[in-house]
Nanobody, 114 residues
Framework: QVQLVESGGGLVQAGGSLRLSCTASGSIGSINYMGWYRQAPGKQRELVAAITSAGTTYADSVKGRVTISGDNAKNTVSLQMSSLEPEDTAVYYC?????????WGQGTQVTVSS
């Protein structure tokens, strides 16, 4: 059974940096999409960044502050975040899709203090 295991969340001061990582365990198959989403209290889950063979996509709110990278061979996707703002506080979820299935991580909390 495939599971996505996330790490790297935590508490950071505004202006600080964090790196989130997500690794898929088990035989996941051919990955065609890897992304990071976030959900703040009282808000809908939103895309932060995504990566496919065609390139990367970033939410306007994080452009220039976030970099997504993926390694299909290692079934890993990472999110490097810098210049963090209190508005970035949320639970961050990784999301991976393959030819036939999609998977979500359990979420990792990122809290940015002002």
């Amino acid at each position: 059974q495939v599971q996505l295991v996330e790490s790297g969340g935590g508490l950071v001061q505004a202006g600080g940096s964090l790196r989130l990582s997500c690794t898929a365990s088990g035989s996941i198959g051919s990955i065609n999409y890897m992304g990071w989403y976030r959900q703040a209290p009282g808000k809908q889950r939103e895309l932060v960044a995504a990566i496919t063979s065609a390139g990367t996509t970033y939410a306007d709110s994080v452009k220039g502050r976030v970099t997504i990278s993926g390694d299909n061979a290692k079934n890993t996707v990472s999110l490097q975040m810098s210049s963090l703002e209190p508005e970035d506080t949320a639970v961050y979820y990784c999301h991976i899709t393959t030819t036939y299935r999609y998977y979500w991580g359990q979420g990792t909390q990122v809290t940015v203090s002002s």
